[in-house]
């Protein structure tokens, strides 16, 4: 089932409910390394949670530098331009295939199996604040759904929220 690993996350400190969940990448159900059909991505996006979508992506790369869009028909915003395939953005593809949604996309390459950079987390979590104080629905993605999405929830103070979505 897309999105994988779909988890909602508060704040026990707040009394207000926010819309802020973390997964993983689109196909991550099917495989760890193998290619994503556009039509598993379709299927990723039209069940994120909304309205006002954010997707705050901490793709990057694979230890051995492999980008972590190359399993995609579009690129992401740490590739160079011989990753790019001559073919979409991430924001791109999704602007031209679920323009009605009007997705935001926030980009944080970091690498997979690597503990994020304390600068990089600050930037990334100060995004994830700004986005869910005015109103927006927070999807933070990582490879797995869970490694580097949950130091950010730690991070920030955000829990697990596990009445069922």
């Given at each position: ?64 530098g ?59 979590a ?25 130091q ?14």
């Amino acid at each position: 089932m897309e999105p994988y690993k779909k988890r909602r996350w508060k704040r026990m400190a707040d009394s207000q409910e926010m819309a802020f969940f973390t997964c993983a990448r689109p196909g991550r159900s099917k495989s760890k390394d193998q290619p994503v059909e556009d039509k598993i991505v379709h299927q990723w996006v039209n069940n994120l949670p909304g309205p006002n979508t954010s997707i705050v992506s901490l793709l990057g790369r694979k230890p051995d530098g492999t980008s972590e869009f190359s399993f995609y028909s579009f690129y992401g915003g740490c590739d160079d331009p011989t990753e790019a395939h001559g073919g979409l953005s991430f924001r791109a593809w999704l602007d031209q295939w679920h323009g009605d949604r009007a997705i935001e996309v926030i980009e944080h390459p970091t690498e997979d199996y690597v503990r994020i950079p304390p600068e990089i987390l600050a930037t990334v979590a100060a995004d994830v604040e700004r986005l869910l104080v005015a109103g927006r629905t927070v999807v933070l993605v990582d490879s797995g759904g869970e490694t580097r999405t949950r130091q950010v929830c730690e991070h920030m103070g955000f829990t697990e929220d596990t009445r069922k979505l």
